[in-house]
Structure formats: structure tokens, C-alpha cells
């Protein structure tokens, strides 16, 4: 079905079986002194297992005292890690795995807390705009050393069984900041060319290794600073000429990649962006260089990667947070399940668990849509002890069908009571702001898995206590959701032309041309402003806090404003909804007490949300009842399916 996808592929003298790379992602899972333990074994078996060709293993540490990226970080610093790489590589060469790492130095872009207590390093006291940290430029002498421990790296690979190295001189880490001009002013033969440092690296790392050593780059071929601002940055004009040094000195593959932090949803992109969205700058390497290419390029769903191959795009497809979401993603395709693969929606949850979580060493990456992934040793599914027992579901939103699905993997009979008409829940309202398609792909896979489960799913089918009874479940689990509210102490609040998002959403391009208020500027405020704008619409955002999203990550925040910059939107903070009226709203400035009126044809609320859980009707039933997803605490996908997911495994 995709013949350029597994057909065989060289870089080198290294033969990969098919097309596929795993590019490396941070995932927290390396053990407290940086070696591969029973976790990130693990977490490399089951992808190894998936039927990739090449994995490369994530941003892997060269340097303990001013390299370090975060706590649970791999490392080739010292001889000690050699005999845990070891390890893990010769379990992926069992199965056909060609093993690379990457070898990494943050520069700028991480934590003096980190990194001694000292001044981050890097090529000159530019600080990272995203980090904030007090920057040293390291001296000449400096710059040596971390050569030299690039290179120890390099034979600590090699001696732990790696088939070769990738340098990461993407993402704005330590050796893209030597080739960007926008972060290296140095005036030594380090800022005189600013190849010097890469070039270095790889001299140095061919001295201990060997000519013949292979080693990778991933490379940001453009830094994408103009939306910043900024006129002096690397281009993509400038990543050719890199690439084409690259290819002189016999670089073993270029690794295309865009972006630093300052432009970083441009390197992590989130939902609303397409598979390909990096094509054009892949297609301008691709067309002046004649080494291997690899690329990621948004790449969710393999009909996309066999058109990268067959378009000459790249010579390997890359896959990360795909992989991630479906270790299997690989072996499906191959077999032609592709509406068994769980496929990555880019909603950004496991970046934003890597800058809470895994970079202060508070637990692994996780991932909304597999609760599995950086805890492979800990789900195992060996409990396969359901016996048959039923387990009534109330809700067929995600919370309740992930629970259905564990629950059938486990042997027991879950049946799903659901009063609406259609699966998917919330889901069914979240879809339908712009760009928003790839939220149902969680539904279809759900969809899919208790088709083939062979779940009882009820429809039009509101759970009573006289069902319940009928039903003589051994256990209950509520995943009843969540609904907006109208506040009661809002005068005017039961007007018709007030509506909850839910209620506006569902409504489509009914509603157009009209002045709208939207009140609250959380990420539902925001996707929904979007989608009365694009209707045509007059958008007025209040929200009551200082500042528009304040409670928003950061890459969705970033994202959604772009998109209403588009748009003539005006924004009213620290402000109050006082009273509605048939075609105005009364607001209050919460600093100063100021009142005032403004035109509105319709009143839009995303600011009041509450759990829907009432157990009463378990009373009786039986003993355990389990409260899931929204129903216990409003939240998104990722808790949603994770809470479902716990209670299920462990019921």
C-alpha cells in the first residue's frame, strides 16, 4: 500500500529497512544519573517493536556542567553511561534497529539552576528570550573543551554499540546559536565563521572515531525571527550554504528542522497547523543538497509520508510525537490498519508537560491521547482479569469510551449507556472552531477500537436507576462530562440573545453579521472569537483579568492570537459583565469602577463550567462507582482520557 514507505533505504554504508525514522524527543524516562534504565528501555522496545528503521535517541547530554537540558536527561558525559547504551542498542539491533544518538548542548536555552548555579553558556551574552538567564560567551578556551566533549561523546556512542551520531544544531541549542547570526557575535575565529564550531566538532569527533564514522545533523535551516521583529537572524538562505559546508565535509545526512524557542511554535506545532507545513523550507535543502534527507514535516498519517517520498521531498520521513501517540504507528501502516493507528492531534500537551514536568525532573512527558507513553513499565496489561464482569459506562464522550476500551482489554464487559444520539461528547462542540478537524481523530479512534472490541454501545439511551438494576453491573463508571453555566447573578442572563459557546458553536454560519460579545478569554473564548469572525461577524472580547489567555499555555496562546490578528478584534480587560440588554451589555472596570455600555446583538459566554456527576442513581446498584474525566474535574482531553484510563486499569 505505501511501497516507497518500506522499501529500504541507505545512509552510508548503514541500510535501513524501510523510511522511517524516530526522531528523538526529550522524554524525561532516562534514570536519575543519566543512564538507560528499565524505562527508557522500555519505551525504546515497544517502538523498536513498532517496526521502525532508525531510532535516534533523544537529546543526549555531553556536558554535566553547563549542558544540561534537564533532570532525567541521557547522557554520554562519562564512561559509566557506555555499559547502559550498550544495553539498550544491542536490544535494537535484535530487531533490525539502526541506533544513532544525538548529541546535545542547550547553550543559552535552559537553567542556570540546571547548569552550577552559573550563568548559562553560549556563543556570545545574547539571552534567550524565552529562558531569561544571564548569558555568558564562552571563552575561547571554553569553546575547545565542549569540542572535545562533543567528541568524547561521540566515542562513548560508539563504544555503547551506536551505528553512528547526530549533532543537534537545531532548535537554537548550543551549535545553532554558533551558526545564527542573531546569537553569535563573537569576534574569534568562532564568530569570524560561524561554521568554525560545527566544523570543529566533526573534525574532533573523526579523530576518535574514524573517517568512516558516520555522522548526522539536525539542522534549523531557518530560525522563521521575522514575525519577532528581528531583521539579522539565520534564514533559509543561509541554511543552504550550511548544508552545502555540510555536504563537503562529508556529513553522513542533514536532518531538517526550522526554529529556535523565540519562534517555537514554528518547532512544535500545534493543531491548527497541516501535515507539510514545513515543505517549502524541506524542498529548498532537498533541491541543493545530495545527501540523505531526513525530515519531520507535521507528518500524522502515512499517506502523507509515501507523498513525501514520492514528491523527492526527503529520502526518510521522520516521526515524533507520532510515535509517541502510537508506537505501532509504523507496523499498522505496513499492514494496512491505518484506522487502528492512534494518530498524534498536535494539541502540544506533551511540550507542555516536558517545560513542567520533565525538565525539573518531575516525571516524564506525557501524552493526551496515550496514557502509556514514558510509563511503559508501569501499564503492562498483564491484569487481563475481567472475567467477563459487567461494567456499565455512563457517557460516550472520550472519558467514557477510553475506559470501555481498557476495560475490554482487560476481559471485562463494559457497556455504554449514552443519551445522546452520537459519541464524542465535548468533542462534538471543540471541533468546530477553524482548523480544529484533527480533535476528532481521537474520536475515531476510540470509535474504531470498541468497534473492534466489540463494545455495547447505547445510544438515545439516558441511564436510570430501573437500568442500572437491570443491567446488575459489578461496577459503574460516571463520565457524564461537563456543561457551561449562565450565572444567576447576572441581570439579563436568560435573554435569547445570550448564549453559551456550546450553544454559538453549534449554530455554524447561522449566526453572522452581528455585533458579538465574547465574554471570558480562555482557549474557548478565543477558538470561539475565531469562528464568529470567520462568519463574518463583530467580536468583542471581556475578560476580567489584566490580560487576554492569562490562563493559556503559551503555544496555544500565541497560536490563537495570530490567528485573531488577522481579524479587527477588540479586546477589554480587568472587566466586569454588570447586566445584559436586548442589544447592549453593561461592564464595569474592575480598577477603577468605571461603567460602561456597549453594542450587543449577541452575548457570548466562556467563562462558567461545572462537572455533571450525580452518583444517586448508583444508590443501591452496587458498591463501586467511579467518578471519570470532566464529571469529576473539568479539565482537557489529556486528563479526561488519562483519569479514565487509571480507573479502568486499576478497577
Excluded at 575561547?140 to 569540542?147: D, P, Q
Excluded at 565535509?249 to 501535515?275: C, D, M, R, W
Excluded at 459506562?393 to 482489554?409: D, F
Aim: proline share 3%; charged share 25%; glycine share 8%.
Amino acid at each position: 500500500m505505501y511501497p516507497k514507505l518500506f522499501t529500504a533505504g541507505k545512509i552510508g554504508n548503514l541500510t535501513l529497512k524501510n523510511r522511517v525514522v524516530m526522531e528523538p524527543l526529550a522524554m524525561g524516562v532516562a534514570e536519575p544519573n543519566q543512564n538507560i534504565g528499565e524505562a527508557y528501555f522500555e519505551y525504546l522496545k515497544q517502538r523498536a517493536d513498532g517496526d521502525v528503521a532508525m531510532i535516534i535517541l533523544e537529546n543526549t547530554r555531553v556536558d554535566d556542567e553547563h549542558g544540561v537540558a534537564a533532570t532525567c536527561q541521557m547522557s554520554v558525559s562519562k564512561d559509566e553511561h557506555i555499559s547502559s547504551l550498550k544495553k539498550a542498542t544491542d536490544m535494537l539491533h535484535s530487531k533490525d534497529v539502526v541506533v544513532f544518538t544525538q548529541l546535545h548542548h542547550p547553550g543559552r536555552e535552559t537553567f542556570s539552576n540546571l547548569n552550577s548555579n552559573e550563568p548559562v553558556w553560549s556563543s556570545s551574552t545574547k539571552a534567550c528570550g524565552v529562558c531569561q538567564q544571564e548569558t555568558h560567551e564562552m571563552t575561547t578556551a571554553e569553546v575547545e573543551l565542549v569540542i572535545d566533549k562533543f567528541a568524547q561523546g561521540a566515542r562513548r556512542s560508539k563504544e555503547g554499540g551506536c551505528d553512528g551520531v547526530e549533532l543537534h544544531g537545531a532548535h537554537g541549542y548550543l551549535i545553532s546559536q554558533f551558526l545564527s547570526p542573531y546569537t553569535n557575535q563573537r569576534k574569534d575565529r568562532f564568530g569570524e565563521d560561524r561554521f568554525t564550531f560545527v566544523k570543529e566538532i566533526i573534525e574532533a569527533i573523526r579523530k576518535v572515531c574514524g573517517e568512516e564514522y558516520p555522522i548526522g545533523i539536525r539542522l534549523t535551516v531557518d530560525e522563521l525571527l521575522s514575525p519577532n521583529g528581528v531583521k539579522n537572524y539565520l534564514k533559509i538562505e543561509d541554511g543552504i550554504q550550511i548544508c552545502k559546508r555540510l555536504e563537503s565535509i562529508k556529513i553522513a545526512y542533514i536532518n531538517v528542522s526550522n526554529g529556535i524557542y523565540e519562534s517555537f511554535n514554528s518547532l512544535s506545532e500545534p493543531i491548527t497547523y497541516h501535515q507539510g507545513c514545513r515543505t517549502s523550507l524541506i524542498r529548498q535543502i532537498k533541491d541543493n543538497v545530495n545527501v540523505p534527507v531526513i525530515a519531520v514535516n507535521m507528518v500524522k498519517e502515512p499517506w502523507f509520508a509515501e507523498k513525501m517520498l514520492n514528491d523527492n521531498l526527503v529520502d526518510f520521513v521522520g516521526l515524533g510525537r507520532a510515535l509517541l501517540a502510537d508506537p505501532n504507528w509504523v507496523k499498522k501502516a505496513e499492514e494496512g490498519r491505518e484506522s487502528d493507528i492512534n494518530r498524534c492531534i498536535s494539541c502540544t500537551y506533551c511540550f507542555e508537560t516536558l517545560v513542567s514536568d520533565t525538565i525539573a525532573g518531575n516525571g516524564p512527558v506525557k501524552c493526551a491521547v496515550n496514557p502509556i507513553a514514558g510509563r511503559e513499565t508501569i501499564y503492562t496489561f498483564d491484569n487481563i482479569d475481567g472475567n467477563g464482569k459487567v461494567v456499565v459506562v455512563i457517557g460516550a464522550g472520550l472519558a467514557g469510551m477510553e475506559a470501555a476500551r481498557v476495560l475490554a482489554m482487560r476481559g471485562f464487559k463494559p457497556i455504554i449507556l449514552e443519551k445522546t444520539s452520537k459519541v464524542g461528547g465535548q468533542i462534538n462542540v471543540a471541533n468546530k472552531p477553524p482548523e480544529k478537524d484533527k480533535i476528532n481523530w481521537i474520536v475515531d479512534y476510540e470509535s474504531n477500537q470498541l468497534e473492534l472490541l466489540g463494545v455495547e454501545i447505547r445510544l438515545n439511551t439516558p441511564a436510570t436507576k430501573e437500568l442500572l438494576q437491570a443491567l446488575n453491573p459489578y461496577a459503574v463508571i460516571i463520565a457524564t462530562g461537563a456543561k457551561s453555566l449562565k450565572p444567576s447573578n447576572i441581570k439579563g442572563i436568560d435573554l435569547p440573545n445570550v448564549k453559551t459557546v456550546e450553544e454559538v458553536l453549534s449554530l455554524g454560519k447561522a449566526l453572522s453579521n452581528f455585533k458579538v460579545c465574547v465574554i471570558g478569554s480562555g482557549i474557548s473564548g478565543l477558538e470561539t472569537a475565531e469562528a464568529l469572525l470567520e462568519n463574518g461577524n463583530n467580536v468583542t472580547i471581556v475578560e476580567m483579568e489584566d490580560k487576554i489567555g492569562s490562563n493559556v499555555y503559551v503555544q496555544h496562546y500565541l497560536d490563537a492570537m495570530d490567528r485573531l490578528s488577522k481579524y479587527d478584534v477588540t479586546y477589554i480587560v480587568s472587566t466586569k459583565l454588570v447586566e445584559i440588554k436586548p442589544k447592549s451589555i453593561i461592564i464595569e472596570n474592575v480598577k477603577d469602577f468605571k461603567v460602561s455600555e456597549i453594542e450587543a446583538d449577541y452575548v457570548v459566554l466562556a467563562m462558567c463550567v461545572e462537572s455533571i456527576n450525580d452518583s444517586s442513581i448508583t444508590n443501591g446498584v452496587c458498591e463501586k462507582v467511579f467518578i471519570v474525566g470532566d464529571a469529576k474535574n473539568i479539565g482537557r482531553i489529556e486528563s479526561s482520557i488519562r483519569s479514565a484510563f487509571e480507573v479502568a486499569y486499576n478497577l
